[in-house]
């Protein structure tokens, strides 16, 4: 359980993470939060009595979206300078963010109640390399199911265009292009079809609702406008053709989908993005459980695959790792990558290989 001193420090835990995922308008917001935050608001006062773990519980994501969210209404002018980074006194911005909890206490203090839904297209860019590993292990034909899908923009991945390092593939006339900073050598290419991509959420998102495009857009980062530009793409594609996203615990969903016949020929693969952190213990056992169940009755004419993009507490970055059945048991790191997808790494140095082959089950994350 958390205590005032441990919910500041959770600010200046996500200082950390935005230095090093260069955001400095982002990083001087958390310092001057952990710093100056006071209770003369419920929100304030909630936030610094926060009763959970509060990096786990993303509280830092939750208020600062609430935040960006009165900035993109118009509704308050000394916050719209910090998020342009034309405040960057560290006191000024103190005194603009609880000026903000004064004149919008009523309007912030829902954004504490739920987990943000930064559904980012950009993460597709670090997944389909797990996705590739697959491909060339086990051939091009694959059944994609996604949990933690948010509002499904993710689930968009095989209608997405893409440019890894010059080696490029998916649609020609894609309306998005997903093309990180590549580092380390372009990815082997390998042919690749997405027969089938399906996904769930606790509590799924209708991104083509003007209200949740909105809140998806106040947890965009504000000096990440390309990234605002790409969502407006994402779900303009969703307008065009809806997404299979099922509102479903996660644990329910896998056990039921892996129980489901499966084509010949076809790998069947879990994924999921900056989701593990915020599944309960027992959703995560059952999953595991049920991949492995699920393993043992893999073919080589049914195969069964998982592939993650999760963080990495210590280095701010996240971790691309795969694994299939038959054959390919253990987790394999292929990449990793900017968790909002602004870049990917190749592969992983030897320096590192130790850490990030630890069971997923040993490490704490969070994001």
Not at 89 to 106: F, K, P, S, T
Not at 339 to 345: D, I, T
Not at 351 to 356: A, E, I, L, S, V
Request: hydrophobic fraction near 45%; include cysteine.
């Amino acid at each position: 359980m958390a205590d005032e001193a441990g919910n500041r420090e959770a600010f200046r835990i996500q200082e950390f993470y935005c230095r090093n995922m260069d955001a400095p308008i982002y990083a001087r917001l958390c310092a001057a939060i952990a710093d100056g935050l006071t209770r003369d608001s419920r929100t304030g006062a909630r936030i610094l009595d926060w009763p959970g773990e509060p990096t786990r519980d993303a509280l830092p994501l939750r208020f600062i979206g609430g935040l960006h969210a009165l900035v993109q209404a118009g509704a308050d002018s000394g916050l719209a300078a910090v998020f342009r980074g034309k405040t960057s006194d560290q006191d000024a911005i103190a005194a603009a963010v609880n000026a903000a909890l004064a004149a919008h206490d009523d309007i912030l203090l829902p954004w504490l109640d739920g987990p943000p839904q930064t559904n980012e297209p950009g993460r597709s860019g670090a997944l389909i390399v797990g996705l590739l590993e697959i491909a060339r292990r086990h051939g091009p034909k694959i059944d994609l199911l996604e949990i933690g899908s948010s509002a499904g923009l993710n689930l968009l991945i095989d209608r997405y265009a893409f440019d890894l390092g010059g080696v490029k593939f998916g649609p020609a006339d894609a309306p998005v292009t997903i093309a990180p900073e590549w580092r380390g050598e372009p990815p082997v290419a390998a042919p690749i079809e997405i027969v089938s991509v399906r996904g769930c959420d606790v509590r799924p998102l209708d991104a083509t609702d003007p209200a949740v495009e909105a809140r998806l857009a106040a947890y965009v980062w504000a000096e990440t406008p390309a990234r605002a530009e790409r969502l407006c793409k994402a779900i303009a594609m969703q307008r065009e053709k809806p997404v299979d996203l099922a509102q479903a615990d996660a644990a329910d969903w896998v056990e039921a989908r892996l129980a489901a016949p499966q084509p010949s020929g076809v790998t069947r693969v879990l994924m999921h993005s900056v989701v593990w952190q915020y599944l309960p213990e027992d959703s995560a056992n059952r999953i595991r459980a049920a991949m492995d169940a699920a393993g043992k009755r893999a073919t080589a004419e049914r195969r069964l695959a998982w592939v993650m993009m999760e963080p990495d507490r210590a280095f701010a970055h996240q971790v691309i790792r795969v694994k299939s059945w038959p054959g390919n048991e253990e987790w394999h790191v292929v990449a990793t990558a900017h968790a909002h997808g602004a870049w990917v790494k190749n592969g992983v140095e030897d320096k590192d290989k130790r850490r990030y082959d630890l069971p997923e089950s040993a490490k704490v994350v969070a994001g």
